[in-house]
């Protein structure tokens, strides 16, 4: 991963968006943007980060789809892009080594904007080794156009007569030789503008298994309050027994022994799945708004009541807190959700037919004083509300079973 110091000089580069071509499980050249799509207002622009002109991007973009519609294919597509293009990680080392499949190239189209007033495209094509079975990248040519708060969205992005600043089949033999074929040529445009990045952070691992870590070395008693007011503190000693293991420190309210583990397992019992999630998720939370990074958190809702799901929400809307620009993109099953955000192009719908498909809310030409929520359930988009025939099928699946299994 490319290591960065901020220092008041430094341009940022922020991330814009993506087109995916012939992925075999998705819609050829399917979109996913940050950028605005829709009016900005004095009431919701503190929901955005304004970057030059009429060029905004969205703190929040949400994903939003029944079971099995792409959800986490995308996410990981997203994060994977970031971790390989921006942070300097490997394929292997991203989450592109899970989604990347199939035995033709695909392609990715990325698209960076750096505050000294550049706009990147960077054209990736990944291929498949079937002699090392294993991902790499087998041309990437990437492009740079200066941009003026005067130009027009649509022509900031014209690249069409625009020569490539680098073109990975014409490095010099000494770059092309230290070159791994899984690393992206971008860290150069990086490592010469010395770009202060968007940190990526990736929780996804913490989507079905609860891990409680934290870097500080008290959980602010706040968030503990409001997972669980029951307890008193909960304290974590890195490296401090004879092992070189965290210690962990808890205590009840209205109860005088202090409970010490070793072992994250041995804490959890004494604690909710809910409560060790949302500590971890807020630690993560913080460290992202601090850096002002890309935090990507799947299923939002999972182990969390409506309340916490609101509250993470709200941290990066509100321009008070999230001061550095911090990015969160998460994806949730919790379709009440959409009528508690307030812009359409911070909703994408995913839907599957015979390809997954993305559909940004804000141009889907449904009535803006209609309910989203029930849009969606009322599959009023199509391919977003469960099939009514699949759910008569499986009742009648689950009635002959439970009586032929009557005793």
Same mark, same amino acid.
Do not use: C
């Given at each position: 991963m490319?290591? +960065? &110091?901020?220092?008041?000089n430094?341009?940022?580069?922020?991330? /814009?968006?993506?087109n995916?071509?012939?992925?075999p499980?998705?819609e050829?050249?399917?979109?996913?943007?940050?950028?605005?799509?829709?009016?900005i207002?004095?009431?919701?622009?503190?929901?955005?980060?304004?970057?030059?002109g009429?060029?905004w991007?969205n703190?929040?973009?949400?994903?939003?789809?029944?079971?099995? &519609?792409?959800?986490? &294919?995308?996410m990981?597509?997203?994060?994977g892009?970031?971790q390989?293009?921006v942070a300097g990680n490997?394929i292997?080392?991203s989450?592109l080594n899970?989604?990347?499949?199939?035995?033709?190239p695909?392609?990715?189209?990325a698209?960076?904007?750096?505050?000294?007033?550049f706009?990147? =495209?960077?054209?990736?094509?990944y291929n498949?080794n079937?002699d090392l079975?294993?991902?790499?990248?087998?041309?990437?040519?990437?492009?740079q156009?200066?941009?003026?708060?005067?130009?027009?969205?649509?022509?900031?992005?014209?690249?069409?007569?625009?020569k490539e600043?680098l073109n990975?089949?014409t490095?010099?033999a000494?770059a092309a030789?230290?070159?791994?074929?899984?690393?992206s040529i971008? =860290?150069?445009?990086?490592?010469?503008?010395h770009y202060?990045? +968007?940190e990526?952070?990736?929780t996804?691992f913490?989507t079905?298994?609860n891990a409680?870590t934290?870097? +500080?070395?008290?959980?602010?008693?706040?968030?503990l309050?409001?997972l669980?007011?029951?307890?008193?503190?909960?304290?974590?000693?890195s490296?401090?027994?004879e092992?070189n293991?965290d210690i962990?420190?808890?205590?009840f309210?209205?109860n005088?022994t202090?409970?010490?583990?070793?072992?994250f397992t041995?804490?959890?019992?004494y604690?909710?799945?809910?409560?060790?999630k949302?500590?971890t /998720?807020?630690?993560?939370?913080?460290?992202?708004?601090?850096k002002?990074g890309?935090?990507?958190i799947?299923e939002?809702?999972?182990h969390?009541?409506?309340?916490?799901?609101d509250?993470?929400?709200d941290?990066?809307?509100?321009?008070?807190?999230?001061?550095?620009?911090a990015?969160l993109?998460?994806?949730?099953?919790?379709t009440?959700?959409?009528?508690?955000?307030?812009?359409t192009d911070e909703e994408y719908?995913?839907r599957?037919?015979?390809?997954i498909?993305?559909?940004?809310?804000s +141009?889907s030409?449904v009535r803006?004083?209609l309910?989203k929520?029930e849009?969606?359930?009322s599959d009023?988009l199509?391919?977003?509300?469960p099939?009514?025939d699949?759910y008569?099928?499986l =009742?009648?699946?689950?009635k002959?079973?439970?009586?032929?299994?009557?005793?």
């Amino acid at each position: 991963m490319i290591s +960065q &110091t901020k220092n008041i000089n430094s341009s940022r580069l922020y991330f /814009l968006k993506m087109n995916i071509y012939n992925h075999p499980l998705l819609e050829d050249g399917i979109e996913f943007s940050l950028i605005n799509d829709s009016r900005i207002t004095p009431n919701t622009s503190a929901r955005l980060t304004h970057l030059i002109g009429s060029l905004w991007i969205n703190n929040l973009v949400t994903l939003v789809g029944k079971n099995a &519609t792409g959800k986490t &294919t995308i996410m990981k597509l997203i994060i994977g892009l970031i971790q390989n293009v921006v942070a300097g990680n490997s394929i292997e080392h991203s989450e592109l080594n899970d989604v990347l499949i199939g035995k033709n190239p695909i392609k990715i189209n990325a698209y960076f904007y750096g505050t000294d007033n550049f706009i990147y =495209k960077d054209e990736l094509t990944y291929n498949f080794n079937s002699d090392l079975h294993s991902w790499y990248i087998e041309d990437e040519k990437i492009y740079q156009r200066k941009v003026s708060s005067s130009m027009s969205k649509n022509k900031m992005f014209t690249f069409s007569n625009t020569k490539e600043i680098l073109n990975r089949k014409t490095l010099n033999a000494v770059a092309a030789s230290i070159l791994s074929s899984d690393d992206s040529i971008f =860290k150069s445009v990086i490592n010469k503008e010395h770009y202060y990045i +968007q940190e990526p952070f990736n929780t996804l691992f913490y989507t079905n298994f609860n891990a409680l870590t934290y870097i +500080q070395e008290n959980v602010p008693t706040e968030i503990l309050t409001f997972l669980d007011p029951s307890i008193d503190y909960l304290k974590i000693d890195s490296n401090t027994d004879e092992n070189n293991k965290d210690i962990y420190r808890l205590k009840f309210k209205n109860n005088n022994t202090e409970i010490v583990e070793n072992s994250f397992t041995n804490i959890t019992k004494y604690l909710s799945s809910g409560t060790a999630k949302g500590i971890t /998720l807020y630690g993560m939370v913080m460290t992202a708004l601090k850096k002002g990074g890309i935090i990507f958190i799947d299923e939002i809702e999972n182990h969390f009541n409506h309340a916490i799901v609101d509250t993470f929400i709200d941290y990066f809307t509100d321009n008070k807190i999230n001061i550095n620009h911090a990015t969160l993109i998460f994806s949730t099953h919790y379709t009440e959700i959409l009528d508690k955000i307030e812009r359409t192009d911070e909703e994408y719908i995913t839907r599957r037919n015979e390809k997954i498909s993305l559909l940004r809310y804000s +141009q889907s030409k449904v009535r803006s004083d209609l309910n989203k929520a029930e849009v969606f359930v009322s599959d009023y988009l199509g391919g977003t509300a469960p099939e009514y025939d699949a759910y008569i099928a499986l =009742k009648k699946a689950t009635k002959r079973w439970v009586t032929k299994h009557h005793e």
